[in-house]
């Protein structure tokens, strides 16, 4: 397993540039890549101490913030260091205000690991959720480096639980602890003899209720809303869609706010054309008069999980795809929450539909008498929202539970 890792992965790098031409996105991945060392050589001082924090995305990013918040508080004499696998994440959150030092992540070869961990040093490291990398995990591990796996979540068809995965179960044992989300984790890993666990939950539970406390009044927002029973429908995709612009269209007395995943022009106007009522867009609403819209469309990025404060229901996409957004943003504001079919990866979501207050929807006519009964029930609606709010505020802490068990290493450390 080991030479066909690394065979594959050097196949990786001659084939990915190919790519550039035929998608912007693997353009960014690859240009930006070419930076990486570049940043490193101009921005990391010898003289200075750093923490390694590697994130696969901009979901993982917001996970990770919490943990990044904590360790700048608590070891302020240390910087940070952020990569990102994703241009995704990196080309929203590159120019962030926490990490002292942001890039992509060099690709795993055993020549880039060992260049990349020679100009870092890392005194700790952090790997968000997931992103395995078996080269920088073993020579991570070689060199003695503390790392740490924050909110991570293990199925049992990952390659660590094969009977062929012993490659990538050595890679773990670089991990000098592994928080996980939830008991399933921690019983995964536990079957091959991974006793280092803890189960500590979501570090985003942290992040949204923090967001909740920092949130600042929208007034676009309050004079579009005009007291009116209003619906968010945040990052969706062109299969969410197909489910909600009919309810829309036939609805009566309902504002409807958008705010696409994909915001580029093209399909933006494609949102619009299917739309049959007046609609206005974030980038040219100045001007308009608000009230009288039935539609709102976010064409920017940034302002969705305030723009939650201001819905009686929320409706989350991307799970008509294979990746479920956020949930955890419009929960926190005390409201129901209505999604796709697929959800089963992701812990937080199966938790809402287990609690009910979290609804499932297959198809137009299921949310249209969702959406109905929510609106007709505005006691039952109340009480769902509630609910949610309970959950995200019963599972926080997950940040302290982490830094509570570095400090007591370093000072277990420190007796000997």
């Not at 390659?159 to 991990?175: Q, T, V």
């Not at 940034?302 to 294979?322: E, H, S």
């Not at 959800?343 to 198809?363: H, I, M, P, R, T």
């Amino acid at each position: 397993m080991k030479f066909l890792y690394q065979i594959g992965i050097q196949i990786a790098t001659l084939i990915l540039p190919l790519t550039r031409f035929f998608s912007p996105k693997m353009k960014l991945f690859i240009e930006g890549r070419k930076q990486s060392f570049p940043i490193l050589n101009e921005k990391i001082n010898a003289s200075e101490n750093y923490i390694w924090v590697h994130v696969a995305s901009l979901g993982e990013y917001e996970q990770g913030l919490p943990i990044m918040e904590a360790l700048k508080s608590q070891y302020p004499q240390y910087k940070i260091v952020l990569t990102f696998f994703s241009p995704s994440g990196y080309e929203i959150r590159k120019n962030n205000k926490i990490a002292n030092i942001t890039l992509y992540l060099p690709l795993d070869t055993q020549g880039n690991v060992k260049r990349f961990l020679d100009l870092v040093q890392p005194k700790m490291v952090f790997f968000i959720k997931y992103e395995f990398w078996p080269n920088y995990l073993h020579e991570l591990k070689k060199r003695n480096i503390p790392t740490y796996l924050v909110s991570g979540i293990f199925r049992e068809n990952q390659l660590f639980f094969k009977s062929y995965g012993s490659y990538y179960r050595e890679a773990l044992k670089a991990f000098t602890h592994l928080f996980v989300q939830n008991e399933t984790s921690k019983k995964l890993l536990q079957t091959i003899n991974f006793t280092n666990v803890t189960v500590h939950g979501d570090t985003r539970f942290d992040r949204v209720s923090q967001i909740v406390e920092q949130v600042q009044p929208l007034n676009f927002i309050e004079q579009f809303k005009n007291n009116s029973t209003t619906i968010v429908i945040g990052s969706s995709w062109i299969d969410d869609e197909n489910v909600y612009v009919p309810y829309i269209n036939s609805s009566k007395n309902i504002k409807f706010i958008i705010a696409p995943h994909n915001i580029k022009e093209e399909e933006i106007s494609r949102l619009i054309q299917k739309i049959n009522k007046k609609v206005i867009r974030f980038s040219n609403y100045q001007g308009n008069d608000l009230a009288t819209a039935d539609v709102f469309v976010i064409d920017t990025i940034g302002i969705l999980t305030q723009i939650y404060a201001y819905a009686d229901i929320a409706y989350v996409g991307g799970a008509f795809k294979t990746g479920l957004h956020n949930i955890l943003e419009p929960a926190t504001y005390g409201i129901p929450v209505v999604i796709g079919p697929k959800y089963a990866k992701f812990q937080e979501a199966k938790d809402l539909v287990s609690l009910g207050s979290c609804f499932v929807v297959n198809n137009a006519e299921e949310l249209s008498s969702t959406f109905n009964n929510l609106i007709l029930n505005t006691n039952l609606s109340k009480e769902l929202g509630q609910k949610n709010r309970d959950f995200v505020l019963k599972n926080k802490n997950a940040t302290q539970v982490v830094l509570d068990f570095i400090v007591n290493r370093k000072k277990r450390l420190l007796t000997f």
